[in-house]
């Protein structure tokens, strides 16, 4: 999917404080590079190697060099610049934008956005927004939630309990993040964040209950917005699962999105304190991030015991 100037000013209303000066009617141009640059060298009149299709961002320095120039001057470096089809031109500082770069602007069809932010702030952060609109991202049917810092998505088909262990959970102290269905999301640093969809945020869905409010109830803390995904508990029937795990010597993954994520396959039965055993999972999980793994140390030590006794 293409990424449009739509897109990164929408998203950057609230975040980055984006404001549309004009162009409304040209906010469907494509966005070809998910990058911020400032064209300090093409407005100077060096205009061969423009990174002309990221979008632009005149901060003081570039509006303080512009207002130096003669008017003919100035109109000519613009209109070079502008004809180099750039996608759009964000200016900082809430500075005002010169009458002569607004009417270049139409001639060439280029929307001109303004925030308040300092230019290096509004760089750092506007990249960092592009980065996240154009990571690739899936949704998912699972709930996820925050365990003691390991985000955990529990799967499974419909009625086997995942909004009710999720509710276990938080109502232990843990955290919901997305109830039903969750968004994931690759980010820069190559790991997989879960989300909530918008229009379901803060909700879940309890069977015979009916739609309840997470924060309402269960207060503020028992909510994330964002969390990184470190494990799947795939549910299922306890009588559907002819061979169960006993050891955890043989863990299982899954690709999602090009990461390795591990799974847990954990049966439903009669007596079984599921939320219970999701919190012992997660702890593991973060012992065995620390480097712990407590199957492969007690497979090593019964070997050695073994050994030991076949030598004797």
């Known amino acids: 999917m293409s990424l449009t100037v739509r897109d990164f000013y929408e998203a950057g209303r609230e975040s980055l404080s984006l404001e549309l000066?004009?162009?409304?009617?040209?906010?469907?141009?494509?966005?070809?590079e998910a990058a911020l640059n400032r064209p300090g060298l093409a407005l100077a009149g060096f205009?061969?190697?423009?990174?002309?299709?990221?979008?632009?961002?005149?901060?003081?320095?570039?509006?303080?060099?512009l207002k130096s120039l003669k008017a003919a001057e100035?109109?000519?470096?613009?209109t070079g610049f502008f004809e180099k089809h750039i996608p759009a031109l964000v200016v900082t500082r809430n500075r005002l934008v010169p009458k002569e770069l607004l009417l270049i602007s139409?001639?060439?069809?280029?929307p001109v956005l303004?925030?308040?932010m300092i230019t290096m702030d509004f760089v750092n952060r506007g990249?960092?927004?592009?980065?996240?609109?154009?990571?690739?991202?899936?949704m998912a049917q699972g709930t996820t939630v925050d365990v003691m810092g390991i985000g955990v998505m529990l799967e499974g088909e419909p009625g086997i309990g995942k909004s009710e262990t999720a509710m276990a959970l938080v109502?232990?102290?843990?955290?919901?993040?997305?109830?039903?269905?969750?968004?994931l999301q690759r980010d820069s640093t190559g790991d997989i964040v879960a989300s909530a969809v918008d229009v379901t945020q803060f909700h879940m869905e309890i069977r015979g209950l009916g739609i309840i409010h997470v924060p309402s109830l269960f207060g503020v803390a028992s909510m994330r917005l964002r969390m990184k995904l470190d494990m799947v508990v795939c549910l299922h029937h306890q009588r559907s699962m002819e061979d169960v795990d006993r050891t955890g010597l043989a863990p299982q993954s899954r690709d999602i999105l090009g990461v390795s994520v591990p799974v847990l396959n954990l049966p439903v039965g009669p007596g079984r304190d599921i939320s219970l055993i999701i919190e012992v999972a997660a702890m593991n999980?973060?012992?065995?991030?620390?480097?712990?793994?407590?199957?492969?140390?007690?497979?090593?030590?019964?070997?050695?015991?073994?050994?030991?006794?076949?030598?004797?």
């Open 74 to 78: 100035r109109r000519e470096r613009l």
């Open 21 to 32: 000066i004009r162009g409304e009617k040209q906010l469907d141009r494509i966005i070809p």
């Open 285 to 312: 999980q973060k012992l065995k991030f620390l480097g712990h793994d407590a199957a492969k140390e007690l497979d090593e030590r019964l070997i050695k015991t073994l050994l030991r006794k076949a030598t004797r």
């Open 47 to 65: 205009l061969q190697y423009v990174a002309n299709k990221r979008v632009q961002v005149l901060g003081l320095a570039e509006l303080t060099y």
């Open 171 to 183: 109502r232990r102290g843990h955290s919901l993040v997305a109830d039903d269905t969750t968004v």
């Open 127 to 138: 990249t960092l927004l592009l980065e996240d609109l154009t990571s690739p991202r899936m």
């Open 114 to 116: 303004r925030t308040p």
């Open 106 to 110: 139409e001639a060439f069809h280029v």
